[in-house]
């Protein structure tokens, strides 16, 4: 979104911003280029290079940008998902300098604390002793990932 690119620059903003967390070969990069181009959310030109093979170069379309917009906006309900599209969420955010982080947090913590109040009202009718060990694994759990998302509010907090 900040400007057009070439697919290595692509794959190389996303391992050096990325890489500790999503790993995307070269190859899974431009196959994914050629399917957003496919369904007309990015347009390439082609540039010749001397001495070289030409290279395509990218930019996204407005139906692209709203797509993406309405996905980094968007919280999640799953915590499974955190720890891949929530963290690229708030990593493209910061890169791009979108406003929202903010809210995207908020949204997020209020999600995770309707589950929470959700699992802990089963886990005070439950008289199965596996369903507690489950429900306080899974209190635990999203316990845990709402402190995160705290922390996430603290280091975003403008």
């Known amino acids: 979104m900040k400007k057009e690119r ?7 903003l996303f391992s ?6 999503w790993h995307a070969g070269i190859s899974q990069v431009y196959a994914l280029l050629k399917r957003l ?5 990015v ?4 540039e010749m290079q001397d001495n ?10 407005p139906k692209g940008r709203d797509a993406f917009l309405h996905w980094v906006n968007a919280p999640l309900e ?11 969420k ?14 995207l947090i908020r949204k997020q913590i209020h999600i995770f604390q309707e589950q929470l109040r959700d699992i802990k009202q089963k886990d005070a009718i439950s008289a199965d002793e596996f369903d507690h060990l489950v429900f306080r694994f ?11 998302l705290r922390d996430c509010e603290q280091n975003f907090d403008h």
């Open 37 to 41: 181009e496919a369904a007309e959310k």
């Open 6 to 12: 070439h697919g290595y620059e692509i794959h190389h």
């Open 138 to 148: 899974r209190i635990a759990q999203i316990e845990t990932v709402i402190s995160w």
């Open 52 to 61: 070289r093979p030409a290279k395509h170069i990218y930019s996204i379309t």
């Open 90 to 103: 708030l990593f493209l955010m910061r890169e791009l300098k979108l406003p929202g982080i903010d809210e």
């Open 16 to 21: 050096s911003g990325l890489g500790r967390v």
């Open 43 to 46: 347009s390439s030109i082609v």
């Open 78 to 88: 799953r915590i499974r998902d955190l720890r891949l599209e929530f963290i690229a």
